[in-house]
């Protein structure tokens, strides 16, 4: 049984599931930011994941690059499974703009996140929604 960590739960919001992973919004209106989560109880890293799943990891990961790409339109595609914080394997995929906060650094710890409006949040996640189902 798979159980997405509390921290998770608190700071993202779903979107869709696909063949191995959980997409969830990280809620941070600053970027566009989704968190594939492996749906496998007890990984922390992506080599305890087996070879089919590994291969799907990284499809799912170009997959989720393609949507943000078509959605966002951004400078820059940011990808990284850190997991210092959050010990349960997630991986982070940002769209980065020359005009983000962060730039042209990492967004960890540089500004406490901004939660989207209600509004906004609900267009970004049926905008997402729609990308991955139409598989741009």
């Known amino acids: 049984m798979f159980t997405l960590h509390d921290q998770l739960r608190r700071d993202t919001l ?3 599931r696909m063949k191995l992973c ?3 919004l990280m809620n941070d209106a600053q970027y566009p930011w989704l968190v594939l989560i ?3 109880e007890n990984i922390t890293e992506i080599h305890e994941l087996n070879e089919k799943q590994r291969k799907l990891l990284i499809n ?3 997959q ?3 949507v ?3 959605c966002f339109e951004p400078h820059k595609l940011n990808v990284g499974a850190l997991g210092n ?3 349960q394997l997630h991986v982070h995929v940002v769209a980065r703009f020359r005009e983000d906060p962060a730039w042209p650094g990492p967004i960890w710890g540089k500004l406490p996140a901004r939660p989207y409006e209600d509004t906004a949040l609900r267009s970004a996640i049926a905008r997402l929604q729609n990308a991955f189902i139409t598989r741009v």
């Open 85 to 87: 914080m959050v010990p």
């Open 64 to 66: 989720t690059q393609r």
């Open 38 to 40: 492996p749906a496998v």
């Open 22 to 24: 959980l997409v969830q």
């Open 68 to 70: 943000l790409q078509h």
């Open 14 to 16: 779903p979107v869709c």
């Open 60 to 62: 799912e990961i170009a």
